[in-house]
């Protein structure tokens, strides 16, 4: 004689709740390993943010001209503070050269990096705006790209000798303008950190007079 026998209402009941519990658990490890991942490519992306802002920087300044007779032209440094943060507004005017196989030329533009706080949050977002026209009334015209987010600090500073940085230079003076600039970039690496990282940029710029 054959019979069969099926499972119980019990033993279904152990079978759902051990695959429940197991569903759970791997759906925890999962979530925990997602946003881990998520914060690594933030943290990524960050470090390679503050990269390029070092690298637009750098350029920038190795192509810092004036032109002799241009008195529109400006180097200044504004210092300010934000809820006791410091954060500089730097205006330079820089160059791009072209050639062609006949003439080589080169066009000015004014170059502004400047902080400014988020409208939906208590962040700062570093910005580098470009202009071809020079206005000393307001040298932040021309479109502002956000280059860094999550920036602490943002200082300039300048030295004769590069050893020994000064924040005392009158920088609207032409003649006055440093031989060494070095730019101090404290940021967060992702918005939930609170640990601060810190970029240093010195550069020496070479000045063009056109």
């Given at each position: 004689?054959?019979?069969?026998?099926?499972?119980?209402?019990?033993?279904?009941?152990?079978?759902?709740?051990?695959?429940?519990?197991?569903?759970?658990?791997?759906?925890?490890?999962?979530?925990?390993?997602?946003?881990?991942?998520?914060?690594?490519?933030?943290?990524?992306?960050?470090?390679a943010?503050?990269?390029?802002?070092?690298?637009?920087?750098?350029?920038?300044?190795?192509?810092?001209?004036?032109?002799?007779?241009?008195?529109?032209?400006l180097?200044?440094?504004?210092?300010?503070?934000?809820?006791?943060?410091?954060?500089?507004?730097?205006?330079?005017?820089?160059?791009?050269?072209?050639?062609?196989?006949?003439?080589?030329?080169?066009r000015?533009?004014m170059?502004?990096?400047f902080?400014?706080?988020?409208?939906?949050?208590?962040?700062?977002?570093?910005?580098?705006?470009?202009?071809?026209?020079?206005?000393?009334?307001?040298?932040?015209?021309?479109?502002?790209?956000p280059?860094?987010?999550?920036?602490?600090?943002?200082?300039?500073?300048?030295?004769?000798?590069?050893?020994?940085?000064?924040?005392?230079?009158?920088?609207?003076?032409?003649?006055?303008?440093?031989?060494?600039?070095?730019?101090?970039?404290?940021?967060?690496?992702?918005?939930?950190?609170?640990?601060?990282?810190?970029?240093?940029?010195?550069?020496?710029?070479?000045?063009?007079?056109?």
């Amino acid at each position: 004689m054959n019979s069969r026998r099926g499972f119980t209402l019990i033993e279904l009941l152990i079978v759902i709740g051990l695959a429940g519990f197991i569903f759970t658990t791997l759906m925890g490890v999962y979530l925990q390993v997602k946003k881990l991942s998520y914060d690594q490519v933030r943290v990524a992306n960050q470090s390679a943010a503050v990269i390029d802002l070092g690298t637009a920087l750098t350029y920038d300044l190795s192509n810092l001209i004036f032109e002799k007779y241009n008195v529109r032209q400006l180097f200044t440094v504004e210092k300010e503070l934000h809820g006791g943060k410091r954060f500089d507004a730097f205006v330079f005017p820089s160059a791009a050269l072209n050639s062609n196989p006949s003439v080589l030329q080169a066009r000015s533009f004014m170059v502004s990096y400047f902080v400014e706080r988020d409208l939906q949050g208590p962040d700062y977002t570093l910005y580098r705006a470009e202009d071809m026209y020079i206005d000393p009334r307001n040298p932040f015209r021309g479109v502002a790209v956000p280059m860094l987010k999550y920036v602490d600090e943002f200082r300039v500073e300048g030295s004769n000798n590069g050893v020994d940085y000064e924040e005392t230079w009158d920088f609207k003076t032409r003649r006055q303008m440093p031989r060494y600039v070095r730019a101090v970039i404290r940021y967060r690496p992702s918005e939930v950190s609170n640990e601060v990282q810190e970029y240093i940029v010195d550069v020496r710029p070479p000045i063009l007079w056109n």
